[in-house]
């Protein structure tokens, strides 16, 4: 492996992150704040506790996964789309460097900055509410691999797409709806018979579960299931990018 290669790529790309420091790590830290001020207020007035945990710690998690999750696919899809729109993916691609490295590169530097960005809103949280960590190790363990399997996904959608529109229409349109009904800020327990069970087949609600269990202990579903549906989306992502770069889909025109 071409470790020079990765480290140049993934360099520019951190670089990139510093630039906009602005957009990539005050807004969201903004946006992460305001909700503590409007969800903690308003509705933690109403529902002081969920599962003998108090709602303003309760929502912490989800509040790290929405910003994890939107950001890992930001990241990575700019990061590869942008190559595309002014024609330097031809460049890489004629390059001494294999897909493999170019992957490792581009989807490794999304989720440095989606972890990094993921612990800023953590240490965030902790102004505002008290936070415990039960299972630090699988707290870490569930934010890298949530910032890897959706980074792959939002390269896969950097590819895909043909606009700038077409770059936020996934994260917009469905990951984020996905996100908020979740279980983001609340439990999917209080939800009637009926909706609980549509509410289980949103793959997001395994995702914000099983991180939330790293917190308190409780979760919504088995912790074995989350991670296990976690690891299957990683697999599935990775079987995509393999076939994306094996059959050059929107590379080579």
Not at 90 to 114: N, R
Not at 125 to 137: C, K, N, R, T, Y
Not at 175 to 199: A, C, D, E, N
Request: glycine share 8%; proline share 4%.
């Amino acid at each position: 492996m071409n470790l020079r290669a990765v480290w140049a790529i993934y360099r520019v790309e951190m670089a990139r992150a510093f630039r906009t420091v602005l957009q990539s790590i005050i807004s969201p830290v903004i946006s992460t704040s305001l909700y503590f001020v409007v969800f903690g207020s308003a509705i933690g007035s109403r529902i002081t506790e969920i599962d003998g945990i108090s709602y303003g710690a309760f929502i912490v998690p989800g509040l790290i996964m929405l910003s994890l999750l939107t950001q890992s696919i930001s990241n990575a899809s700019f990061a590869i789309y942008f190559p595309k729109f002014v024609g330097s993916i031809y460049e890489l691609l004629s390059a001494p460097v294999s897909y493999l490295e170019i992957v490792i590169a581009y989807v490794g530097g999304a989720a440095t900055k989606s972890i990094i960005l993921g612990l800023i809103i953590l240490a965030t949280a902790s102004l505002f509410v008290p936070l415990q960590i039960e299972h630090p190790f699988w707290m870490i363990a569930f934010l890298v691999l949530t910032a890897v399997t959706f980074s792959l996904f939002g390269f896969i959608i950097g590819i895909w797409a043909k606009s700038f529109e077409q770059l936020q229409l996934v994260p917009l349109l469905i990951v984020t709806p996905l996100t908020f009904l979740g279980g983001s800020f609340y439990s999917i327990h209080m939800l009637p018979g009926i909706w609980k069970t549509i509410t289980l087949f949103n793959p997001v609600v395994y995702l914000i579960s099983g991180f939330r269990w790293s917190f308190y202990g409780k979760a919504d579903v088995s912790v074995g299931v989350s991670l296990g549906m976690t690891l299957v989306f990683l697999a599935v992502c990775i079987a995509i990018v393999a076939w994306i770069f094996k059959t050059g889909y929107r590379l080579r025109n």
